[in-house]
C-alpha cells in the first residue's frame, strides 16, 4: 500500500474525531460524570452532586478477574527453548501490561499495543488509546493492520509530533496548524509488519460500560435529588398566614436566620411528604439493572461464610460468559505479540519459533478450592501431563520452571542419601 501525505492527514482527521468522541468513556472512568455539567442547579438551595463510578468498578473488577493471575504458556510440542524464550523476553513486564491493556480497552472499546525494541536491544511494548492513536486496517475478515498514527507531546515542548507506522519502516512528522504535516525523518523497523497490535472489548468495539452509561446518570441524579431533598427541604414552601410581609425584609430574615411575625401570624413550611419505600425501591431497582446489564455480582449483598467456590461459580456464570468472550479477544493479542517476539529473536539469535505451538493458558481469580484441585490433579495425573496439571493451581506462574525445581529437589534429595543407608533399606525389605 502507498503512503502518501494525503492518506495520512485523513487518517490524522478521523483520528481527531474518534479522539473528541471516544473522550466521553475516559471521563467517566474518572468520575467526571454528566451530572456535574447538567445537574438543574436551584438558586439559594443545597446543590450537592452525588458520583457513583460504576464504570470504574466494573472495569477493575473484570478486568481483574481475567488477568489478576498471570498468564500462563504451554507448548503442544513440548519445547521448553519456546517457553524459556518467552519468559525471559516478556516475564518481566507482561502481567501488569496485559492489565492495563486490557483496561483501557474495557473504557474506550479498544486499545493498542506497539511493540518495539529499546535502547537496551530488548523486546518491549507499550498502550496506546483512541486519544492518541489509530489504526486503518484493510477491512477483510482478518483485519489486517495497513497504517497506524501516534500522535504525542515532549516535555517542555508546545509542538504536535506525529509518528506513522507502517510494515517496514516509522515515518516522523510534526503537526502544524491546520492538520499540516511536516516530515523530520524516519527510520526501518525489523518486524515485517506494523508493529501495532488491536486489542478489541468486544466485537462491536464499544466501551465496556456503554450500555449502563445511562442508568449510572439516572442513579447519580436521584441520590443527589433524595441529599439536597433532606439538606434544604428541597421541594418546601414557606407559608406566612395572617401577615404581610415585604421582599427585603425577607432577604434579611435568611441572612439572620430570624423571623418577625404579629400576633396571630402563623410561620410553617408546605413539605412534599416522600415514600420512602417507593425511593428505595427504585434505587434498588435502577441498581440491579446496572449489576444485571453488566453481568456482574453485587458482593455487597449478604452472602454465607460458606458459600463454596463452586457455588460462587454459579454466581458469576453471566460474568464467566463475558469474561470468556474477552479472554478469545486477549488471546489473539498475546499471540500477535509472540509473532514480532519469534521476528524479533530470529533477527537477533538466529532461533525460529512458532507461535502456533503455544497453547495460552488464563486462571480466573477466584477464592480456589485447593483441596478439589488437588484431588482432580491426583485422579488425572495417569491421563494428563504434568505441566498441564500444574497449569490449574492459581499460585503456579509458570508450570515449566515448577517441573524444574521439582525434579532438581528430587534429584538433591536422593543424591544426599548414602549408599549405607540404600544398603539397609534394601535389608529391611528383604527380612
Known sequence: ??????????????LVINSSVKHKYKNYYEGHHSILYDYDMQDSRSNRKL???????????????????????????DDKAIIDCIDMNTGHWDKEHNINL????????ESYELNYINTDGEFCATILTPLECYVLEDGTAERNVLLALHTYRKKFDDMDYLDVYTDMEILHFKISGDSKIEPIGKHNHIFGRVPVIVCPANSERKSGFHDVISLVD???ALNSDLVNEIADHRNAYLI????KIEEEDLLKMK??????????????????????????????????????????????????????SLALRNKLLNLENRVAMRQAFMEK??????????????KKEGKVFDYRDVAVKFTRNLPTDLV?????????KDICSQETLLTLLPFIENPTVEIQKFASERQNKNSNISPNDNASKSADIIV
Open 1 to 14: 500500500m502507498q503512503i502518501t501525505e494525503s492518506l495520512i492527514i485523513e487518517c490524522l482527521n478521523e
Open 51 to 77: 458520583i457513583f463510578n460504576f464504570p470504574r468498578k466494573f472495569v477493575d473488577n473484570e478486568t481483574g478477574y481475567l488477568l489478576g493471575k498471570p498468564v500462563n504458556f504451554v507448548s503442544k510440542r
Open 102 to 109: 486490557r483496561k483501557q480497552s474495557e473504557i474506550y472499546g
Open 218 to 220: 439516572a442513579y447519580n
Open 240 to 243: 406566612i398566614e395572617n401577615a
Open 255 to 308: 441572612q439572620m436566620g430570624i423571623i418577625q411575625a404579629p400576633k396571630g401570624g402563623v410561620v410553617k413550611w408546605l413539605t412534599k411528604e416522600i415514600n420512602d419505600s417507593f425511593v428505595k425501591n427504585e434505587l434498588d431497582n435502577i441498581e440491579r439493572k446496572i449489576y444485571d446489564m453488566m453481568d456482574e455480582v453485587n458482593f455487597n449483598e449478604n452472602w454465607a461464610s460458606n458459600t463454596s
Open 333 to 346: 493479542v498475546i499471540k500477535e505479540r509472540l509473532k514480532n517476539l519469534f521476528a524479533f529473536i530470529r
Open 372 to 380: 478439589g484441585l488437588a484431588d482432580v490433579i491426583v485422579k488425572l
